[in-house]
């Protein structure tokens, strides 16, 4: 009986033991994907409103149509259907950072948008580099960014859209 | 007898930790069970508002005009000011970067979407 008795303990604790790790392991990895799928959906809710955006400046000439930076509702980059307005470029250009995330309500969200040629040169409108933001840094870990082919004047170049938190 | 008294002391208390064990599990599972549940009605909330915002979206891209009809899983409100689309009463809200959307409430079921100058007009059908 004596020695029955002590098997049956060292069995019992060997597999507390076990079955603590085995569980703190299942809780640790529930938790890493947990985050893993909150960040993959907030990323991917990021995506949609980029491409929304993207879609929304080069597709639509703005609300109201001859739109300035006190007036806009609704920010419209072209005069019809990827074709670029210099005008609207350079209104936009002067709504400010923060007025420009409200208008495409990415609040939560730092962006930078800019225009290139298709070899990745700056253009200008009316003398000024088209750009807007700061360029996100190397740290940021979930950037997202949305490229459109748009015609400027004649020549076709590139609409460049990032956004992270 | 001391000796199978002994035991039952031993047996007890085993029975006793399992029996905390277990229950710590059941709860563990219960609550794991109800964020599964959660998630689960977030990715379809959230599927179903990014997929209304699109279309709001491609009917107000569409131009003046454009009218389409689609069925609803959910209650679903604009809200203009917040440029929000709010669905299952705040549940999930998606933004959309346009005001220019009717703020009357849908309920589940078929709405008619339409562009009317530059506007999106939306009602249950």
């Not at chain 2, 809200?93 to 005001?99: E, L, R």
Request: glycine share 6%.
């Amino acid at each position: 009986m004596y020695r029955k008795g002590q098997l049956f303990s060292l069995d019992f604790i060997g597999s507390v033991v076990v079955f603590v790790l085995i569980l703190t392991g299942i809780i640790f990895f529930w938790n890493i994907y947990t985050s893993r799928f909150n960040a993959q959906l907030e990323r991917e809710t990021l995506t949609f409103q980029l491409v929304k955006i993207s879609d929304l400046l080069v597709e639509n000439p703005g609300i109201p149509t001859q739109w300035n930076e006190t007036n806009v509702e609704v920010i419209g980059l072209v005069s019809s259907d990827r074709k670029l307005q210099v005008d609207k470029l350079s209104s936009f250009m002067n709504v400010t950072y923060d007025k420009t995330k409200t208008l495409f309500n990415i609040d939560q969200y730092d962006f930078y948008f800019r225009i290139v040629d298709v070899n990745g040169a700056f253009i200008k409108a009316n003398g000024q580099f088209i750009e807007k933001g700061a360029f996100p840094g190397t740290a940021e870990e979930s950037i997202v960014t949305i490229r459109r082919i748009v015609l400027y004047g004649t020549h076709k170049v590139v609409l460049e859209i990032s956004a992270w938190k | 007898m001391k000796q199978r008294g002994q035991a039952s002391m031993e047996m007890l208390f085993v029975i006793g930790m399992l029996f905390f064990i277990f229950l710590f599990l059941l709860g563990f599972i219960f609550t794991k069970s109800k964020d599964i549940q959660t998630s689960e009605r977030i990715v379809d909330t959230k599927n179903e508002c990014v997929t209304f915002s699109n279309v709001i979206m491609a009917v107000f891209l569409s131009g003046n005009g454009t009218y389409l009809e689609r069925s609803l899983a959910y209650n679903m409100t604009f809200r203009p000011s917040q440029r929000l689309l709010s669905v299952d009463n705040d549940f999930v809200t998606c933004a959309v970067p346009i005001n220019q959307v009717s703020d009357t409430p849908l309920v589940k079921g078929v709405v008619a979407i339409e562009n009317k100058n530059s506007m999106v007009v939306m009602k249950n059908v």
